[in-house]
């Protein structure tokens, strides 16, 4: 039987002669992988619908125990075509479908696919309106880590839980006292460092709006988080490296 069903792209890879292996999160079936013959032709019909940071619609023959599928056909829903033309939005766009990818478990876990899918959604509209770049990336991720148990604890020091914070350590997940940054070999940062650090940390991409107006740049706060992200998950997010080239 054929399954329509809503879909962002995530990421696509090369697969034998003319095909690609399309990686996209659904709603209603989580994370999959199609396989699309031919693809790569310019002729086909099916290929910009498949362009990672594009929302489609695909038809598929589900089956449930299975996660990866022949492509039977694809619409695109919206194209972003901003962020497409735009090589700051394209980089950040990447990012966070690399997030998404990485962060998502082909394991049937359709709720927190539906978290990540809707979250994703917000944060490419914001991106296609031309908003602040890595404040989106920022609380996206922020957001994303709290969602999986895995905020930094900006609230007290990791070590010995005094509350006058003088540091970031991303190996001990968190905020470091004068005295422990010292030990730790830490170097210090200014209060207006470690308040945007926290306010990052606690926010989600639903308040963007008031993130925007009281900070400015915070592509370091994504930084950090990124780096807890690869010590303490293990999930190395190499997109990044583009987008901290061509951002300024
Ligand atoms: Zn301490």
């Not at 999160?25 to 498949?50: C, D, F, M």
């Not at 709290?146 to 540091?167: F, I, L, Q, Y």
């Not at 490296?241 to 951002?247: I, K, P």
């Amino acid at each position: 039987m054929n399954d329509t069903t809503e879909v962002m792209i995530l990421k696509q890879t090369d697969y034998r002669e003319r095909a690609a292996l399309v990686t996209v999160l659904s709603k209603e079936y989580g994370k999959l992988t199609l396989s699309a013959e031919g693809v790569r032709k310019l002729t086909s019909k099916n290929a910009g619908a498949l362009i990672p940071c594009t929302k489609a619609s695909v038809t598929i023959d589900y089956s449930e125990g299975r996660t990866m599928f022949r492509l039977k056909g694809a619409r695109t829903v919206k194209a972003y075509r901003n962020i497409h033309k735009d090589l700051v939005l394209s980089a950040a766009a990447g990012v966070l479908s690399e997030i998404a990818d990485q962060m998502t478990y082909t394991d049937h876990d359709i709720v927190s696919a539906v978290h990540t899918y809707t979250l994703l959604e917000e944060a490419l509209d914001l991106l296609e309106n031309n908003e602040k770049s890595d404040t989106v990336l920022a609380l996206f991720l922020s957001t994303m880590m709290k969602n999986a148990g895995m905020s930094p604890n900006v609230d007290e020091c990791v070590m010995c839980g005094r509350t006058n914070a003088a540091a970031v350590s991303v190996r001990d997940g968190g905020f470091l006292c004068d005295r422990c940054a010292a030990q730790a070999g830490i170097p210090p940062r200014s209060v207006t460092e470690l308040k945007r650090f926290r306010l990052i940390s606690k926010a989600e991409l639903k308040h963007y709006p008031i993130v925007k107006e009281s900070t400015e740049r915070t592509i370091e706060d994504l930084a950090i988080l990124l780096e807890i992200l690869n010590r303490h998950a293990g999930i190395e997010i190499r997109s990044f490296s583009l987008y901290q080239r061509v951002f300024h």
